[in-house]
């Protein structure tokens, strides 16, 4: 399975366009999915020891398979004075919450509708740009060695790091 990822804040009359990091948005296959948080990784960019925040639907008196979407995969509203409401804002408040370190490895591992937010994508670049600092030139691609000695070339790595970039003044990345 691969991932959309959005800026929640796309500029007005346009509409995100899949792999085009300037109208907000960037199309990841499953394999390219992983190579990118391989590379991330490996920069630091990652928070790889957090776990993803859960909340009990015990808690609020509801079913753990309380639905959200319906079959037309349209997501379903629940009145907030109810407890499927207040479970389902307490799922949303998680969804998009801001976890005060890097950007957390299960954020990109699922497309649970996670809010990267700016500040998590802030601080991640912030360690990439210690990382390259130094570097005569910043990469524009980057080489991935794989399990069986074969390497996998992420040509588009410039781009995914400007769509991080300018991800920071768009309101984040969803991840879809």
């Known amino acids: 399975m691969g991932y959309e990822l959005y800026w929640p804040d796309v500029p007005v009359g346009e509409e995100p366009l899949c792999h085009s990091p300037a109208r907000g948005c960037f199309e990841l296959?499953?394999?390219?999915?992983?190579d990118t948080r391989c590379a991330m990784d490996d920069y630091g960019m990652l928070d790889l020891a957090s776990d993803p925040p859960t909340v009990p639907a015990e808690q609020?008196?509801?079913?753990?398979?309380l639905e959200f979407y319906d079959e037309d995969c349209e997501r379903i509203e629940y009145s907030i004075d109810t407890p499927e409401?207040?479970?389902q804002r307490a799922i949303v408040a998680v969804q998009r919450g801001d976890t005060g370190g890097r950007i957390p490895a299960w954020k990109l591992s699922s497309n649970g509708a996670w809010l990267v937010t700016p500040e998590e994508i802030?601080?991640?670049?912030?360690?990439?740009?210690?990382?390259?600092?130094g570097c005569k030139v910043v990469p524009a691609s980057v080489e991935i060695l794989e399990d069986d000695d074969s390497s996998t070339t992420?040509?588009?790595?410039?781009?995914?790091?400007?769509f991080l970039r300018e991800a920071i003044n768009r309101g984040g990345?969803?991840?879809?």
Do not use: K, N
């Open 173 to 176: 990345v969803e991840v879809y």
């Open 85 to 87: 409401g207040l479970y």
């Open 60 to 65: 609020f008196g509801v079913s753990p398979q």
């Open 29 to 34: 296959p499953e394999q390219d999915t992983i």
């Open 122 to 133: 802030g601080r991640s670049l912030a360690v990439y740009d210690d990382r390259v600092r």
């Open 154 to 162: 992420l040509v588009w790595w410039a781009e995914w790091i400007e």
